[in-house]
Every structure is written in C-alpha cells, then in structure tokens.
C-alpha cells in the first residue's frame, strides 16, 4: 500500500499553462512535507518545504499547499515553460520520509 | 563545490561482485541517508545515519553494509550482488533526523547495473 500517492502521474500540457500537481497522503502524522524536482538521469532538487504549521509556500511561479485534515498537498506551477519538464515529487515527513510515485510532467512549447 | 557528491556516477557489474559507493556532504549536516529509486522510479529509503550512528535500517540485506566515518561521509558497501540490485542510488543530507526531518538535499545518483 502506497503512503504517499501522486495524481496524476503524467501530464503534458502547452506552454503558458496553470497547472496543479496532486499529492495525497494517508497518515496524519507529518511533520513537514517536501516538493522535489527530478531532471533525467539526475537527483533531486528541492523546491518547497511546508511545515505542519504551515499552510503554503511560494517560490517564484510555484506555489505548494498543505492540508493535514485532507492529508492532501498541491504544487500549482503558474504560466509553465519547457524548461519546467521534469518529473516532480513529493515527501512526507512522518517518523521518516516517504516519497510520492512522482508526476512526469511535459511542458510543450 | 557540490553539496552532495557521490561516486562513481555509473557502475556496471556482474553478478556476485562486491562493490562500494562513496558519498560526501560539504554542507555541515548531521544526517546522511541512502535510497534506492527502482525502476519505476519509486524512491525508498534504505539507511539513515545520524553523526555517524545509525538511525534507520529499513529491512535492507545485510549484503548492504553502510559505513560512516565521519559525519561528512557515508558510504555504502553491496557484497555478492544480485540482479534485483540493479538501481539507482540517493545519497542525501539533512541538517535535522528524526520525526523532524529538514529539507533534503540530494546527490546525483549512482546508476548500478547487475549483469
């Protein structure tokens, strides 16, 4: 049983796009949760950090929510760009950190 | 000055060989982890050291033997390797372990393949 779950798990969308990436989690108990972001062949690179006591945070064009209540997160990416393909993940933190399926994302100019 | 280092990048192996994974932080952070990503990209975490004792075993093979010595370093030691071990492998650090794991940073991965 997946803990942590990313809908949906790919998306393509036109340049300029809003979009929203979904991350839903069944365990109550998070301390924080984390967006990330993965090029082909690469690591990861941390975008946002949300702690419990948060209910969002705000980077450039991408905004991260929290709802503990609904054990849900969106990453929203506002007027995407080719250069935002990758594929996106998230992770809870509970008693250690669990890791979302990821959402591959293409954007096409 | 990469923050997380890790080598080598790619490793091809046959089957029963023994190999190791090196991997630095320069950041200054008290907690070093290793994870694996399958092939369906999953990523899952294997060990957590915390100052060089460890935290976290998540029911890995005991043919995995991290080894940490120091804070600034954890490397991983697979023995008799197996097929399934093909993967690519995380290190990451954080500042904070625990129920109140800080942000992450990660390496770029050491593709292993198993031959």
């Known amino acids: 049983k997946q803990e942590v779950t990313q809908i949906p798990a790919a998306l393509s969308v036109p340049e300029g796009e809003n979009l929203v990436l979904n991350c839903s989690f069944t365990?109550?108990?998070?301390?924080?949760l984390q967006w990330f972001r993965q090029d082909p062949g690469k690591g990861l690179t941390s975008l946002l950090l949300?702690?419990?006591?948060?209910r969002e945070q705000t980077s450039g064009r991408l905004n991260a929510s929290l709802d503990k209540s609904s054990g849900r997160s969106t990453l929203y990416i506002a007027a995407s760009q080719p250069g935002d393909s990758a594929t996106y993940l998230c992770a809870k933190a509970g008693n250690m950190l669990t890791f979302g399926g990821g959402t591959r994302l293409m954007v096409k100019p | 000055d990469t923050a997380v280092s890790q080598t080598p990048k790619y490793l091809v192996t046959q089957m029963g060989n023994d190999k190791s994974i090196k991997c630095e932080q320069n950041?200054?952070?008290?907690?070093m982890y290793w994870y694996k990503q399958d092939s369906k990209k999953f990523l899952k975490i294997m060990f957590s050291?915390?100052?060089?004792?460890?935290?976290i075993n998540e029911t890995v093979p005991n043919r995995f033997s991290p080894k940490s010595p120091d804070k600034a370093h954890l490397n991983l030691h697979i023995n008799s390797l197996e097929l399934g071990d093909s993967a690519v492998y995380f290190c990451?650090?954080?500042?904070?372990?625990?129920?109140?794991?800080?942000?992450?940073?990660f390496g770029e991965g050491s593709r292993l393949t198993v031959l």
């Open positions: 050291y915390n100052n060089k004792e460890l935290i």
């Open positions: 949300i702690q419990s006591s948060q």
């Open positions: 950041l200054g952070h008290d907690t």
């Open positions: 365990d109550s108990a998070i301390y924080n």
């Open positions: 990451a650090s954080s500042i904070r372990t625990g129920v109140r794991t800080g942000e992450l940073f």
